[in-house]
């Protein structure tokens, strides 16, 4: 199922629907009491669960049977980027009036704004080289090392989020444990690689001298 | 004390030309429009006013709609849509409010006595939340003082120390677990601030008592000072010889000060003061007043203060 031409198509229509249903609340006015604040919320929410996806995609696609899941990885990042973008521009028109003195002042000055930004700058160049061309141009392992940006944009994000809220935790808490465990599984993989080629190496050494 | 008036009112300051030149359709939608509002209200009842007030501003005021639905009140839940609908069925009476401390004549005052404290006013104040957002409400109550000259506060009383009501029972998500402060909710004024006539205890809006969400049945009304300040559903009120604590300082006392005068000067640490947004906008293009406007009446208060350091 995973490897059907339809579930890309449905996937990026998923990914679509959230902006869809926001952009039909803009243009009925019924983005309730505080109309910014909501599209903050919304277009911030969007962003970080699919940064979340995102973060999900390898260490899934591990187990049986879901390793197609890679196919849908840079939708799902592109998205994110998007939904981000969103968010920025919502911050800057609606909340700052495009003023860029102080905008440069907030990004400087508030670390939840320079997080944020921070996160959402390090997403640009993976949006850029996301293509396949772009993946043959840098080669496949300096591509792979420049992508594990989005590390860091998790972690902006997560940073972004729980220096925002002024008591109430639990939903950054939420998704920082979503980022780190996803962290936490890759650094538990490289770990076993590395001992996995260790062991090897060192059970070679152990077989060419016994045939010695 | 000078209280300055606000210029003259014009019925086109208070009501908008488009609903005077409509008026015949808008009288027309008035009795599905009451009856709307009325359920979404729950239990509020219509409170006569008797004095308009000097103190009013000229401002469009803001759609109780907003008022209601858009709420701070985290012993109803910390997301802003959530105490309208956990509030509804808040008991309110009886009501009793303990004024006690450093003062002649402690006692507990019923709602109904403090009811008949004071002429009811109607008056229109500015409302600054420290989230840089801005509404404009028609109260109804009377100045705070009005009730603590009845108590005769002590020459010892410097400050009053207000409390929240706090009930698990009617509010189970009122737990610092849940939503990361301490309850019971308490706030602080200075004795001159309190007695200030701008403070107020207000006991309605709109032209009925208060709905829960907004505080019900009587809460304070500081317009000078950022809303939290603001305290509702009050229970207590106590005179002090020091500075009382406050729980957003006690939550977190880098960002919020004892005084939360609104000053577009002094930044809260994570966003600019100087901008609003005047709800229902889109904007955040409204420009932030020292004292949220009222200078003219407050500033006296902070003669030769930093207002940097007094935050």
């Known amino acids: ?212 | 004390m000078l209280i300055r008036k606000s210029g003259d009112l014009r019925h086109s300051d208070i009501t908008p030309k488009s609903i005077y030149v409509n008026r015949r359709r808008f009288l027309a939608a008035a009795p599905a429009a009451l009856l709307a509002t009325r359920l979404a209200r729950g239990t509020t009842s219509k409170l006569a006013v008797a004095v308009k007030s000097p103190f009013s501003t000229t401002e469009p005021v803001t759609s109780p709609n907003v008022v209601e639905r858009y709420n701070n009140f985290y012993e109803f839940g910390t997301d802003k849509g959530e105490p309208s609908r956990n509030a509804q069925n808040f008991k309110t009476s009886p009501w009793m409010v303990s004024v006690e401390g450093e003062c002649a004549k402690p006692r507990k005052f019923g709602m109904e006595e403090i009811l008949k404290l004071a002429p009811l006013e109607e008056r229109i104040y500015r409302h600054r939340c420290v989230e840089a957002w801005s509404i404009v409400v028609p109260w109804i109550g009377f100045s705070l003082n009005a009730l603590l000259k009845q108590v005769e506060p002590a020459p010892k009383a410097k400050f009053v120390a207000f409390q929240s009501y706090w009930d698990l029972k009617q509010m189970p998500l009122a737990t610092p677990m849940r939503a990361g402060i301490e309850f019971p909710y308490v706030e602080g004024l200075r004795l001159d601030e309190a007695m200030h006539p701008l403070a107020m205890l207000a006991v309605g809006m709109y032209g009925e008592t208060l709905p829960p969400q907004d505080g019900a049945p009587v809460r304070l009304v500081v317009p000078w000072k950022y809303g939290f300040k603001s305290i509702k559903s009050l229970v207590k009120i106590k005179l002090v010889g020091s500075m009382p604590p406050t729980t957003w300082n006690l939550s977190n006392a880098h960002e919020y000060g004892f005084y939360s005068n609104v000053n577009p000067q002094v930044d809260h640490p994570r966003w600019s003061q100087k901008m609003e947004q005047r709800l229902p906008s889109l904007f955040r293009n409204h420009p932030t007043q020292m004292f949220n406007g009222y200078g003219e009446q407050v500033a006296s208060l902070y003669t030769g203060m930093d207002l940097k350091k007094n935050y």
């Open chain 1, 1 to 212: 199922m995973l490897r059907s031409r339809w579930t890309k198509l449905i996937l990026f229509l998923a990914c679509s629907a959230p902006f869809g249903f926001l952009a039909w609340r803009f243009y009925q006015q019924d983005l309730g009491p505080n109309p910014l604040e909501t599209l903050q919320h919304f277009t911030g929410d969007w962003t970080i669960r699919l940064i979340v996806a995102t973060l999900a995609v390898t260490p899934l696609r591990k187990l049986p049977r879901l390793s197609d899941l890679i196919r849908f990885r840079r939708m799902l990042g592109l998205f994110a980027f998007f939904y981000g973008c969103l968010h920025f521009l919502v911050y800057l028109y609606f909340d700052k009036l495009f003023d860029f003195t102080e905008i440069v002042k907030d990004v400087g000055k508030r670390p939840f704004i320079t997080a944020g930004f921070a996160g959402l700058a390090a997403m640009a160049p993976l949006a850029l080289t996301s293509t396949k061309g772009w993946v043959r141009r840098l080669g496949g392992k300096r591509w792979q090392r420049l992508h594990r940006l989005i590390y860091f944009t998790g972690i902006a994000a997560v940073a972004h989020y729980f220096w925002l809220v002024k008591s109430d935790i639990r939903l950054p808490f939420l998704y920082a444990v979503l980022v780190f465990g996803l962290l936490l599984v890759r650094v538990g993989y490289a770990y076993n690689r590395k001992h996995a080629s260790h062991s090897h190496r060192l059970a070679d050494r152990v077989s060419r001298a016994a045939s010695e």
